[in-house]
């Protein structure tokens, strides 16, 4: 008969433990992650939607003489790039700070060609006639019926102009914008172009006031809310959480047990 040394039987055996160790650990994990997976979607679900509008108006503290009826500038616009995960604007306004009523002009909407500083495109939105109380501060505000699809990450123009109203010749008023620079990258815009719409995206914009921003707001459509979990949801949330927790310090014991 032949004997195997001792030493190598230990060590067969010792090999036969670990392994039993590891498929242990794994089988046993198996349950504990699923729970955490779980629990933590179920929770998930209670994250609100949030729309990262931009505003500019805190920081529009000087005025510029920049909307009225020709011969006056009849077009004022500000870029700005739309956030990662917004597709929709639902709205915007522009900051005035003396303009009157006798001023008429438009709200629009376009992309915005950063290479040749112009607007690109098809106009995204445009509004009926509009005017101001009188001259004095007051945001003008425009509201996109349905909303205007925009594309994250790229830039856009929101514009205040005259072009397609009519309103007394030389009429003009004060706009606010900033000293500083509160949407870097993109800045306050004009046009003293010929007084026609098409040459919003064939002549080459002012952009003279860079770095500064109009007081402005742009609103995004919110993204579709998740639904929130019930008091029944949460109870099982923490019911999995405890169980999970349960689970680990079972597989603790259990390695300790074992390797003892």
């Not at 933590?40 to 000087?62: G, K």
């Not at 349905?146 to 009519?166: D, E, K, R, W």
């Not at 949330?237 to 603790?252: F, R």
Request: glycine letters at 8%.
């Amino acid at each position: 008969m032949i004997h195997r040394p001792a030493k190598v039987a230990l060590v067969e055996r010792c090999s036969v433990t670990n392994s039993s160790h590891k498929q242990f650990g794994r089988e046993t994990m198996k349950p504990v992650i699923t729970s955490l997976i779980a629990a933590l979607s179920l929770a998930a679900m209670a994250a609100p939607a949030v729309a990262q509008n931009i505003d500019t108006r805190a920081a529009a503290n000087i005025t510029f003489v920049g909307l009225g009826h020709a011969p006056e500038t009849p077009t004022i616009g500000q870029t700005f790039v739309v956030p990662v995960g917004q597709t929709a604007i639902s709205s915007f306004s522009i900051r005035m700070a003396a303009v009157p009523a006798t001023v008429v002009f438009r709200g629009e909407l376009m992309a915005w060609d950063t290479v040749n500083d112009r607007a690109t495109g098809a106009v995204l939105y445009q509004s009926a006639d509009v005017s101001t109380s009188g001259a004095t501060v007051q945001d003008i505000n425009f509201t996109i019926p349905g909303g205007a699809t925009v594309v994250p990450g790229q830039t856009y123009v929101i514009i205040a102009t005259t072009v397609n109203s009519v309103g007394p010749p030389s009429d003009h008023g004060d706009v606010s914008y900033s000293t500083g620079d509160p949407l870097p990258g993109v800045s306050a815009v004009y046009l003293n172009a010929p007084n026609v719409q098409a040459n919003f995206t064939t002549a080459t914009w002012d952009t003279t006031l860079s770095p500064k921003d109009l007081g402005v707001t742009v609103n995004f459509v919110p993204a579709a809310p998740t639904a929130v979990p019930t008091l029944t949801e949460w109870a099982m949330i923490g019911l999995t959480l405890t169980l999970a927790g349960a689970g680990v310090v079972l597989l603790v014991r259990r390695r300790r047990m074992l390797q003892a």
